[in-house]
């Protein structure tokens, strides 16, 4: 049972453009909600990460909104740049980490 | 990341055969843990350990077992490898319930 469903599973945006991606959970216990980037060949990096008793958390560029009764939460990246060309991943955490299935980004010059 | 590393980095091997996948870490955290990676499935727990004396199985641990050698080392085995184990493996640390460093991972096939 997939417990953090994430989407889309790829998005395709213009430089300076927004990426927005979503995630949606199901276990209300979950109280730690990180977003990872992966460049191919590398490893998952942490990106971004919010607890739920805020509603919005900016680092930069990126953003998270968190939305505790809807059970959702987002990612929004500003100006988006080729560099940001990636994988990223959702998750969830109450004792061990549960990701969403990963969405790939790419950025067009 | 060069503070988690994994050996090899890529394997190739054939069905039945005894594997194992090795992770070690400077950085002193207590907690490792094994992921596996499948297209469109993200990744999923196999194994985790918080410190030496203690492990835990995730949500796909059949098949895999671990050993936990030292705080910072902490193998994958695959007894007898099959097909469906193909994918990408991934060793990760954390310090409590904080950030996870990942390992740059291990591409398996098993053919």
């Known amino acids: 049972q997939q417990q953090v469903k994430q989407s889309p599973q790829s998005l395709i945006v213009q430089k300076g453009g927004i990426s927005i991606i979503n995630c949606a959970y199901e276990?209300?216990?979950?109280?730690?909600f990180p977003w990872y980037q992966q460049f191919p060949g590398k490893g998952p990096a942490l990106l971004i990460a919010?607890?739920?008793?805020?509603s919005e958390k900016k680092e930069g560029r990126f953003t998270i909104s968190f939305n505790k009764s809807a059970k959702q939460f987002s990612l929004h990246i500003m100006d988006s740049q080729p560099g940001d060309s990636a994988t990223y991943f959702c998750?969830?955490?109450?004792?061990?980490?549960?990701f969403g299935s990963g969405t790939q980004l790419t950025v067009l010059p | 990341d060069a503070d988690v590393t994994q050996t090899p980095r890529n394997r190739i091997t054939k069905t039945g055969k005894r594997i194992m996948l090795e992770c070690s870490q400077t950085?002193?955290?207590?907690?490792m843990y094994w992921y596996r990676q499948d297209p469109g499935l993200g990744l999923r727990l196999i194994y985790y350990?918080?410190?030496?004396?203690?492990?835990n199985k995730g949500e796909i641990s059949d098949g895999y077992s671990v050993s936990r050698q030292a705080q910072a080392k902490f193998s994958l085995s695959l007894e007898s490898a099959i097909p469906n184990q193909t994918a990408l493996y991934f060793c990760?640390?954390?310090?409590?319930?904080?950030?996870?460093?990942f390992g740059p991972g291990t591409r398996l096939t098993v053919l």
């Open positions: 990760a640390t954390s310090d409590w319930r904080d950030t996870q460093y």
């Open positions: 276990n209300t216990a979950f109280d730690y």
């Open positions: 919010i607890r739920p008793d805020v």
């Open positions: 998750a969830a955490e109450v004792w061990q980490l549960t």
């Open positions: 950085k002193g955290h207590d907690r």
């Open positions: 350990s918080f410190d030496v004396k203690d492990i």
